[in-house]
């Protein structure tokens, strides 16, 4: 398959999702729709690193760029952090003096507030849709519309993604990525393992894989987020996709039986996780696949910068989480859109949105995907010519899903997610035991944040 024309075709086929009135409300996504939102923040820790303008951007024509730039990088991460090297080593530039601020990834996340309400960096990494309409409707984020009037390659839906309550653009889509079950076929080949299509075939394999010395479900929840994301998975399996939705939305009840039977379910799938998981961070159980002494992981496609560029990271794939209710089926999918946006007060403006304007180019994104090939660029001119086995499966994933969502702390309010969420979740893989108090106490603090 030809990659330019497809993903082209593709992002072509994308139907723009609603954003509300108020800007922080959900949106439908229907056949073939980007849901963008939030997923980390930033911290005070970059606070020292930016300055701050006596004005917000107004999203003015950009005036002549010079000087230094100052850009906020979540990515952390061996891989990513050495393919943003590569992206802004690509900013050909003598002009402007890009100076990267790269902070840990959870410390990015849990202080974003802090970050952007002290003296945040000109650009920085975020994420589409709901959490970047938040913080562009407090206004901790800066108008980039003249930028996007420059932006080609970007489709109506991912510029829909980009825009705030207002109709301006705030955001510049860079890349993507699906969730789903990864496992290494070599090991599945070896065992004789299918992979599972229902969930009683996934217990069974499970249990197939613990008789063989293996922790079937690899797991680690130790920075709060990753388990978020097998909710997800259950509840759009079990109640699907405008149930999940709403309840991100705070428009259906916690403590009702829907999700009470997302919890029971997943109760009934613990014993196949690796145990003691709030001890373990995400990359350190994605270490357990690429060393086969775990048969699946649940996760975004980044898991792959855990495996080695060339065979190691070919021997990774993918399938849908299996079908719980075949009146629902697997059509509702996790794909969230990462990318940049600009500070509300930038100290350089001129020179962030010349940045930004050269992140939202296909060539720009090809320069990253060369060292990171666990994600998909967001522009359909990026040359992909070069995807790998994974990527194009991706690719046609997303393209077939009915429905497509964010991730949990992508998809609901921020202080929700962060206040209420993570810590419910991490109580629930503690204690299993006690569902009803768990989505009680869940319902009550949710009536309280999103009355507020």
């Known amino acids: 398959m030809s990659r330019p024309s497809s993903e082209a075709a593709y992002l072509a086929g994308l139907v723009p999702a609603s954003v509300s009135a108020t800007g922080i409300g959900r949106r439908s996504l229907l056949k073939g729709a980007f849901a963008g939102a939030g997923l980390l923040g930033a911290t005070g820790l ?60 959870n410390t990015f996340q849990e202080n974003i507030n802090n970050y952007l309400q002290g003296q945040p960096d000109d650009v920085f990494t975020w994420f589409a849709g709901y959490r970047m ?7 901790l984020a800066g108008d980039i519309s003249d930028v996007w009037s420059g932006i080609s390659g970007a489709t109506d839906a991912l510029k829909k ?103 029971d379910t997943w109760k009934r799938l613990l014993p196949y996780h690796q145990p003691d998981a709030l001890g373990r961070t995400w990359q350190e159980a994605a270490q357990t696949l690429q060393q086969k002494k775990a048969g699946m992981y649940v996760l975004g496609m980044f898991l792959g910068q855990q495996f080695t560029e060339g065979a190691d990271r070919d021997d990774l794939d993918f399938f849908p989480f299996p079908e719980i209710d075949s009146t629902i089926g697997t059509d509702a999918i996790e794909a969230p859109i990462d990318g940049f946006m600009m500070a509300a007060r930038p100290k350089n403006e001129a020179a962030a949105k010349k940045f930004l304007g050269y992140l939202a180019t296909g060539p720009a994104q090809a320069t990253y995907l060369k060292s ?49 969420m993570i810590p419910a979740i991490q109580q629930f893989l503690g204690n299993p035991n006690d569902i009803d108090g768990l989505t009680k106490s869940i319902e009550a603090q949710k009536k309280t944040i999103f009355t507020s």
């Open 161 to 263: 993604q980009s825009t705030g309550a207002d109709g301006k653009q705030y955001f510049v889509p860079f890349d993507y990525y699906p969730w789903a079950v990864y496992y290494r076929p070599s090991l599945f080949a070896a065992k004789g393992y299918t992979a599972p299509k229902t969930l009683d075939e996934l217990v069974a394999l499970s249990t197939k894989m613990q008789a063989d010395g293996l922790a079937p479900i690899a797991f680690g929840d130790k920075d709060g987020w990753p388990a978020m994301g097998t909710f997800d998975q259950l509840n759009l399996r079990i109640n699907g996709y405008q149930f999940h939705v709403d309840l991100m939305a705070g428009k259906q009840a916690w403590d009702s039986a829907k999700v009470k039977t997302v919890f």
């Open 46 to 105: 970059l606070a020292a690193c930016g300055g701050g303008s006596s004005t917000p951007s107004t999203g003015a024509a950009p005036a002549a760029a010079s000087g230094t730039l100052t850009f906020g990088s979540n990515q952390s991460d061996a891989v990513p952090k050495k393919a943003y090297e590569a992206l802004v080593a690509g900013f050909n530039d003598p002009a402007i003096q890009v100076k990267t601020n790269t902070i840990d990834h």
């Open 133 to 139: 309409q938040f913080f562009a409707q407090q206004g």
């Open 372 to 420: 990171d090939s666990t994600v998909v660029a967001a522009s359909s001119s990026a040359d992909t010519s070069g995807y790998t086995k994974l990527q194009k499966k991706a690719v046609d994933y997303i393209k077939g899903a009915k429905s497509i969502a964010q991730f949990m702390d992508r998809d609901t309010r921020p202080d929700f997610a962060s206040t209420v």
